[in-house]
């Protein structure tokens, strides 16, 4: 699968995992899911995240085995979430300065940022000073969406 026009054919979807799809590049279908409230990318090739502006459900996105994330501007369209809660990213070649869109995010409550050392996770950690997201079945109870992996 290269292309990922064919989701916007379920406006109503509410949860969505998209893992290990390596051909993957164009997330920009995705942020015209309107109803989309946690979205799960996981091992994909993108390397950088789309504006999801628009995704004003959006309260939850886990990035993670991201490895082609290295720009300091690769999540900057993630932090245009309007509505974003939670966070959780494990990218071990992301820049500490890439969670620099998030300090001081209107709406984000919960992050985990995990960059592969201690040093620049201690540095995120300090940037921030927000408490790990919550377990991924409690926050699927919370908001009453089933979450398949």
């Given at each position: 699968?290269?292309?990922?026009?064919?989701?916007?054919?379920?406006?109503?979807?509410?949860?969505?995992?998209?893992?290990?799809?390596r051909k993957l590049s164009d997330l920009t279908?995705?942020?015209?899911?309107?109803?989309?409230?946690?979205?799960?990318?996981?091992?994909l090739t993108v390397d950088r995240l789309p504006?999801?502006?628009?995704?004003?459900?959006?309260?939850?996105?886990?990035?993670?085995?991201?490895?082609?994330?290295?720009?300091?501007?690769?999540?900057?369209?993630?932090?245009?979430?309007?509505?974003?809660?939670?966070?959780?990213?494990?990218?071990?070649?992301?820049?500490?300065?890439?969670?620099?869109?998030?300090?001081?995010?209107?709406?984000?409550?919960?992050?985990e940022i995990v960059l592969g050392s201690h040093?620049?996770?201690?540095?995120?950690?300090?940037?921030?000073?927000?408490?790990?997201?919550?377990?991924?079945?409690?926050?699927?109870?919370?908001?009453?969406?089933?979450?398949?992996?």
């Amino acid at each position: 699968m290269t292309n990922s026009d064919w989701l916007t054919h379920i406006p109503t979807l509410r949860y969505l995992a998209l893992r290990r799809v390596r051909k993957l590049s164009d997330l920009t279908p995705v942020t015209r899911l309107r109803a989309l409230q946690w979205l799960w990318l996981e091992t994909l090739t993108v390397d950088r995240l789309p504006d999801f502006r628009s995704s004003t459900m959006l309260t939850r996105a886990d990035c993670l085995g991201m490895r082609h994330l290295r720009h300091p501007a690769a999540l900057q369209g993630l932090a245009a979430a309007p509505q974003l809660r939670e966070l959780l990213v494990a990218a071990p070649h992301l820049p500490v300065d890439a969670v620099v869109p998030f300090v001081g995010h209107p709406t984000l409550e919960r992050a985990e940022i995990v960059l592969g050392s201690h040093q620049r996770d201690r540095d995120v950690d300090d940037l921030l000073r927000l408490p790990p997201p919550r377990p991924d079945r409690q926050f699927a109870a919370m908001h009453a969406l089933t979450r398949v992996l």
